[in-house]
């Protein structure tokens, strides 16, 4: 079992910047990505960007590209999100995921992110 806690999330205006942040509890996995998902009112849960814990490879929804960025420490467990230029479209509720590649899947509480215009 992993935990995984965040904070960070806020209410900005557009154009804005906000960094989201998720500890995972210590665990035994070797082999796993962590990552951000969203949803916003009345639509799916969908991807956000992922990061592999152990080559540091990342990707992106396309719709973030140039404006968010994934990054992890080691030390921490933490995998962090850094939210540039901010849109009003980017509101919604942010989670953090963790994916063994063995098929273990974790889900964080999730934190609200609201973009004005």
């Known amino acids: 079992q992993v935990q995984l806690v965040e904070s960070g999330g806020g209410l900005v205006q557009a154009g804005g910047s906000l960094r989201l942040s998720c500890a995972a509890s210590?665990?035994?996995?070797?082999?796993?990505?962590m990552g951000w998902f969203r949803q916003a009112p009345g639509k799916e849960r969908e991807f956000v960007a992922t990061?592999?814990?152990?080559?540091?490879?990342?990707s992106y929804r396309d719709s973030v590209k140039g404006r968010f960025a994934i990054s992890r420490d080691n030390a921490k467990n933490a995998v962090y999100l850094q939210m540039n230029s901010l849109k009003p479209e980017d509101t919604a509720v942010y989670y953090c995921?963790?994916?063994?590649?063995?098929?273990?899947?974790?889900w964080g509480q999730g934190t609200q992110v609201t973009v004005s215009s």
């Open positions: 995921n963790f994916r063994s590649l063995g098929g273990s899947n974790y």
């Open positions: 210590e665990h035994t996995f070797s082999s796993y990505n």
């Open positions: 990061i592999n814990w152990s080559v540091g490879s990342t």
